[in-house]
């Protein structure tokens, strides 16, 4: 493989829960666009005058767009399930592509918050996807790696190459049976 490597463009989708969260949003945000992820946010791009729903759908069926990152909590579930606000009708327009799009790699739950039971709050239409925990400060530094090599395509753990059958299997010596 090359050297070269895509600049990723991420589109942030979340809930504007409260305060804190939407500051912690912009706080992941920030700290992508450092390190080299060109990052699509509402409160970057969303002007006066623009057409938020239009937005969000030209954000998520965008090819120029690489990942659509889900920042999930239980007001996102609830919205998105519901189909109430701006994540409701974000949801429709990704659950659709989820099922549409051949390359479902595009969508990325990030997991903020968890049910007592332990499950993790996210929308029915990513519950069968494998998510990232963002809950606490310590699951964030553990994995945010593992976000930025996701987004550039850089995995920590490659798949060797296909060896060769070994010898015995590729001469062609049987062995008489008695």
Known sequence: MGGESIT??????YSWTSQEHQNLVMQWAEQLIADG???VLDVYELKEGYDKYAFMERMVTDETVTHVLVI????????????????GTESQIISQEV????DQSKFIPIVCEFKESGEPYLPIFLKSRIWLDFSTLETVNKNWER??????????????????PPAYITTDLSLPTT
């Open 8 to 13: 990723p463009k991420v589109f942030i989708s």
């Open 37 to 39: 992820v060109d990052v």
């Open 72 to 87: 999930s909590d239980s007001k996102y579930e609830e919205k998105a399930d519901a189909r109430k606000a701006g994540v």
């Open 99 to 102: 099922y549409e799009k051949v």
């Open 147 to 164: 976000l930025v090599r996701l987004l550039f395509g850089k995995p920590r753990h490659v798949k060797p190459s296909l060896g060769n």
